[in-house]
C-alpha cells in the first residue's frame, strides 16, 4: 500500500473489480514480477520531515528507476521515473532536509547519479561514462519535465558538459556529486534547457557528427532538432546555461542534405571551422574513405565571438588495472556511514539505512560493478511516528 491506511470497499461488486484490475495489471507488468527496492525500509531525513526509497525494474533493454517519497506520516507524496538502461541503484543518501540522491551504476567505467526533491517532486538523472584515460566524459541528463523525460545527449570536452546543458568542471570524487553546491549548479543547468525547449518548442535534439570547437569563435555541430537537420552555433565558452542557449543560432541544411540523412547508410555530418567565421558541412558514409566526403554547405556565422575555458582533463588513468582487471581510479572520500540521513531513535523511525547497498563510485574506485542485492518489493510504507 502506498499510505499507511485505505477505507474498506463498502460492495462486494468493489471488491471484485479491485481485484479484476489488480490481477490484470500485474499480467501486464512483467509477468506480475514485483520492482526490486534499495532498502529494506524508507530513510528519514535529517529534519525528520520525509521518507525516501529507490526502486528499480528492468523492462527489456530500458529499465526503470523510481524514487517514492513519503511524509512524516507515511502518507505517500511523491513516485519518480525516469529511464535507464540496466539500473544498478545504491548508496541511498539525504543531503540536507529536501535534497535525497542515490547513484546508479552504469558499468566498470561509469555512473549515474539520481536527485530528487522530496518537496517539489523535481528529479534529475545524470550519467556519466569515462571511455578512456584523459578521453572527454560522455554526458546523458533527464528530468521529469513536463516537456520530455526522454534522455539529453550532450557535447562534451574533459570533465565538461557543455551542449545543450552547460555544467562546468563536474566532480570526479563521489562525496562532491553528494554536495549541495554541486546539485545547485545541476538544477540550474538543467532546468535552462527546460525553460529554452519551452520557449523555443523543442522536444529532442540528436547529434548528427562531432562538434568543432575554436576557441575565439564558438561550437558548431550538425543536429536534428526535432527530427529536422540543422547546423547549430553556440558560444562554449559562455558564463551561464542561460547566455550560451540565448547565443544559440540555428542555420537549416540544404535540402540535398535532408534527403540523404533519411535514406539507408546515412552519413555522419562533419562541421569544419574554416577562416574567421567561416564554415563547412560534409557527409561521410561511416566505413567509407574519408576522401569519398560530399560537401553539403558552406557559410558563415555571422557574430561569432567566444572565449576560450577549462576542458577540466579526466585524471583517471585506466592503464593501471586491479587484480580483477578492472581500471584503477581515483579513491572514495565519501563515508557511508555515521551520517545524518537517517532517524537516530528506532521507537520513531526506521533504522537507518537498514538493508542499504553502500558501494564505492565506478568512476572512482574502478572494480566491476556487480548488481547490487535486490530485495523485492512489499508494497510497504514507513512507520509513523509514535505519539
Known sequence: MDNFSHAPRSTTGK???????????????????????????????????????????????????????????????????????????????????????????????????????????????????????????????????????????????????????LLRSVPQKESEFYAKEFINQLTTAVDAYGNFRRSSRVREITFLGEADIRPDVGAIVAARVDGVPELLYFPAGADSPADMLARLKRVALPTDARIRLDQPDPPELSARWGTGAEFTVAGVVPGAKPDSAKLYMKGRIEGANDKPFDPA???????????????????????????????????????????????????????????????????????????
Open 313 to 387: 582533463a579526466p585524471t583517471l588513468d585506466m592503464s593501471q588495472r586491479t587484480e580483477d582487471g578492472a581500471p584503477v581510479m581515483i579513491p572514495s572520500e565519501m563515508e557511508h556511514e555515521g551520517d545524518e540521513s537517517g532517524a537516530k531513535d528506532p521507537t520513531e523511525a526506521p533504522a537507518d539505512k537498514k538493508g542499504q547497498t553502500t558501494k564505492t563510485s565506478a568512476m572512482e574506485s574502478g572494480s566491476k560493478v556487480a548488481a547490487p542485492k535486490t530485495t523485492p518489493a512489499k508494497k510497504e510504507t514507513p512507520k509513523p511516528k509514535r505519539k
Open 15 to 165: 471488491v471484485i473489480l479491485l481485484v479484476v484490475f489488480v490481477a490484470v495489471f500485474l499480467c501486464l507488468r512483467d509477468g506480475g514480477a514485483a520492482p526490486n527496492r534499495l532498502n529494506k525500509e524508507p530513510i528519514l531525513s535529517p529534519d525528520k520531515t520525509y521518507y525516501a526509497n529507490v526502486e528499480w525494474e528492468n523492462v527489456g533493454f530500458i529499465g526503470i528507476l523510481r524514487m517514492r517519497v513519503w511524509d512524516q506520516h507515511g502518507k505517500l507524496l511523491h513516485t519518480i521515473e525516469l529511464p535507464q538502461i540496466n539500473p544498478q541503484p545504491a548508496n541511498l543518501s539525504w543531503i540536507d532536509g529536501e535534497w535525497v540522491a542515490c547513484e546508479s551504476y552504469i558499468g566498470e567505467n561509469g555512473s549515474g547519479f539520481f536527485y530528487v526533491n522530496a518537496r517539489s517532486g523535481r528529479a534529475y538523472l545524470m550519467e556519466i561514462v569515462a571511455k578512456a584515460p584523459g578521453a572527454d566524459w560522455i554526458f546523458h541528463f533527464s528530468t521529469n519535465d513536463p516537456v520530455s523525460s526522454s534522455t539529453i545527449s550532450c557535447v562534451s570536452r574533459g570533465r565538461n558538459s557543455i551542449f545543450p546543458i
